[in-house]
């Protein structure tokens, strides 16, 4: 069964660095999602991409946070200059229609020292 | 802001028992949707509810919708420890392009064998 795969499953990283979080979507799916949940919190919408443009973005997305979905198969999401409180896991998800569920990826966990 | 509210909070159960979690919000929903997560990873997908008094199934686990698409239970048939997780109801925000997804705090099951 296809699925959403992201790389890296954990990244440890300086605060200030610049982290890029990688997803995959399952081919063929056109709606694409950036989630975070930090640890005992509900999980938070970032941001939806769809028909290659950002269709809406949360607060929490700001002037740091931006996504590409550079060759057609790739869906990142840059931090350019983290902060302490950009520790969480970070969920990508994509559907293939509006009355389709959303299928998410095992998620990555972003540690800032 | 429109907010789901899941309960219990978490819920430890003895092998074979049958078990309710419970998932409102105080406005009606697009679409209901039913995730397990295990502890610090991926969100699985479960089950899809988008009509007023809609009932799915599978295998021991059966979610409904009521009619007024403002509550949800996810109902578990003699739990076995393969169900013990966190269990998350997501709702889709607007009926727009968009359709990112407002999630519940989850509910922790423990099932004891």
């Known amino acids: 069964e296809p699925e959403v795969t992201q790389t890296p499953s954990h990244q440890v990283t300086q605060m200030g660095q610049e982290v890029i979080l990688r997803c995959v979507p399952i081919s063929n799916h056109l709606y694409f999602y950036w989630y975070r949940q930090i640890l005992g919190q509900k999980v938070e919408f970032l941001v939806s991409f769809y028909n290659n443009e950002i269709s809406e973005k949360s607060e929490i997305f700001d002037d740091q946070f931006s996504v590409e979905r550079p060759d057609g198969s790739n869906f990142t999401l840059k931090i350019r200059s983290t902060k302490l409180e950009d520790s969480a896991m970070y969920f990508c998800a994509s559907r293939g229609g509006l009355r389709q569920p959303q299928h998410f990826g095992d998620g990555t966990r972003l540690s800032i020292l | 802001s429109q907010e789901l509210e899941q309960s219990p909070q978490s819920l430890i159960v003895q092998e074979g028992k049958n078990l309710t979690i419970n998932c409102t919000s105080s406005?009606?929903?697009?679409?209901l949707y039913w995730y397990k997560q295990k502890y610090g990873e991926g969100l699985i997908f479960l089950m899809m509810l988008q009509k007023g008094g809609e009932e799915k199934s599978h295998e021991k686990i059966t979610a409904k919708l009521d009619e007024k698409k403002q509550q949800s239970s996810l109902h578990i048939t003699a739990s076995q420890p393969s169900h013990a997780g966190i269990y998350l109801c997501g709702a889709d925000r607007n009926a727009g392009n968009n359709r990112k997804l407002i999630w519940g705090l989850g509910t922790s099951l423990a099932v004891n064998p």
């Open positions: 406005k009606t929903l697009y679409g």
